[in-house]
């Protein structure tokens, strides 16, 4: 069965730190793969996504991500962080014959403290 | 444009009660996917409606139910609930099932609670 692991279940930093969020999944066809952000109180929303070509890319608010097909990773980076970015993320895949179903992990939590 | 609307946002029913939850999708999207989220399971993917029809389901008992109406807005049921469906249902619709570009939109949840 597919499976994502988020290797991290609360990460707390200071505000310019540097962030990244380990995220490794388990299956072997095609793949599309997807960061996914909580802010206390609001709607899942979708910070990027990835489905073919460049390997790194780019989403909201400075968010980055790259994929490593080698090693079935997809983490997400950003290069300094704000006291906004306190949220939960969480990492989804969804596999070539799932229609749109989702799998996600367990998601990380993020603090920031200014 | 209107995001996806969930009804009731807030619910607390009886072990043995059935209960429906409604989604209405954001216009034009024809695609309806249901997640259950626990502290302790996450998020689970229930079941994907598309034209009126189940297109896939997730690993849940037969108590979990659901359809999708000819304007798109989509139902699902639980039956005989137990303390463990306990949990916040969200739905997500998105414009295709699959394409290179599609992506779902979440709603704010319904947030089920059985006593």
């Known amino acids: 069965a597919q499976s994502v692991s988020q290797h991290n279940h609360h990460v707390i930093l200071s505000e310019a730190a540097s962030l990244e969020l380990g995220c490794n999944y388990s299956y072997g066809g095609t793949v599309n793969l997807f960061w996914y952000v909580q802010y206390p109180g609001q709607h899942l929303q979708l910070l990027l996504k990835?489905?073919?070509?460049?390997?790194l890319v780019k989403g909201i608010k400075g968010f980055e991500a790259e994929f490593i097909k080698s090693k079935f990773s997809f983490n997400l980076r950003k290069p300094s962080v704000q006291w906004s970015d306190t949220a939960e993320y969480f990492c989804?895949?969804?596999?070539?014959?799932?229609?749109?179903?989702?799998?996600f992990g367990k998601g990380t939590t993020l603090s920031v403290s200014s | 444009k209107a995001g996806v609307t969930q009804t009731p946002r807030y619910l607390i029913k009886t072990r043995g009660q059935q209960v429906t939850l409604s989604c209405s999708p954001i216009?034009?999207?024809?695609?309806v996917s249901w997640y259950q989220q626990t502290p302790g399971q996450g998020l689970q993917f229930l079941f994907e409606?598309?034209?009126?029809?189940?297109?896939n389901k997730g690993n849940f008992p037969g108590r979990f139910s659901g359809r999708q109406f000819s304007n798109s807005r989509s139902e699902m049921n639980v039956s005989t609930l137990e303390l463990g469906d306990s949990a916040l249902y969200l739905c997500?619709?998105?414009?295709?099932?699959?394409?290179?570009?599609?992506?779902?939109?979440f709603g704010p949840g319904t947030r089920l609670t059985v006593t």
């Open positions: 216009s034009g999207h024809r695609s």
């Open positions: 409606y598309f034209s009126e029809t189940q297109r």
């Open positions: 990835y489905f073919s070509g460049d390997p």
């Open positions: 989804a895949v969804n596999a070539e014959q799932a229609g749109t179903a989702l799998i």
């Open positions: 997500a619709s998105s414009l295709h099932r699959r394409t290179d570009t599609y992506e779902q939109y």
